[in-house]
T-cell receptor, first 112, second 115 residues
């Protein structure tokens, strides 16, 4: 069974600080996806990581993928309040027709 | 990437009734999925909707409770049957591009409350 584990599940951080969210998974997939979800909203795609060593950056967020360690990180730099949301990592599962298996999500709150 | 129109966006239903959720995609897609997101939880795959054949259901989900139709490559419906308060969730459809490398797009979701 494919497992996707995120930590931390809850994160409260001050504006201007840096932090990293971790995503471990149990399959040998080379593809990992990060999504953002605001309360009451659907999922917004942040990053698609397609190979070992992939690194992508958008604004204050940077995601990386280490397929050998089966680990992805989402690094937040100089957090601002607008980043407050829930962040999910997901891995596609060939055993389910390439549907995504999601982590439990990290609920991020950025405070002044 | 594909654009998905999902309807209804929300509904409040009486227990014992059924609700059908629709997803319309602006382009032909091979793979379409239905997820459930219970309050405060992550997304759980209900089934993969296959065009021209029965949907493939995940463990814990059955066709009698969640019948799915996929009449063509741009449209699918999920019905939540004989609803109980435990079915109160957000239901989302999702599609993937020509291959997973193009990423997955999600519908806007249907927020269902069963009273």
């Amino acid at each position: 069974e494919l497992k996707v584990e995120q930590n931390p599940l809850f994160l409260s951080m001050q504006e201007g600080k840096n932090y990293t969210i971790y995503c471990n998974y149990s399959t040998t997939s080379d593809r990992l996806y990060w999504y953002r979800q605001d309360p009451g909203k659907s999922l917004e795609s942040l990053f698609v990581l397609l190979s070992n060593g992939a690194v992508k950056q958008e604004g204050r967020l940077m995601a990386s993928l280490d397929t050998k360690a089966r680990l992805s990180t989402l690094h937040i730099t100089a957090a601002v309040h607008d980043l407050s949301a829930t962040y999910f990592c997901a891995v596609d599962n060939s055993n389910s027709g390439y549907a995504l298996n999601f982590g439990k999500g990290t609920s991020l709150l950025v405070t002044p | 990437s594909a654009v998905i129109s999902q309807k209804p966006s929300r509904d409040i239903c009486q227990r014992g009734t059924s609700l059908t959720i629709q997803c319309q995609v602006d382009s032909q897609v091979t793979m379409m999925f239905w997820y459930r997101q219970q309050p405060g939880q992550s997304l759980t795959l209900i089934a993969t909707a296959n065009q021209g054949s029965e949907a493939t259901y995940e463990s814990g989900f059955v066709i009698d409770k969640f019948p799915i139709s996929r009449p063509n490559l741009t449209f699918s419906t999920l019905t939540v049957s004989n609803m109980s308060p435990e079915d109160s969730s957000i239901y989302l459809c999702s599609v993937v591009g020509a291959t997973p490398v193009y990423g997955y797009t999600f519908g806007s979701g249907t927020r269902l409350t069963v009273v």
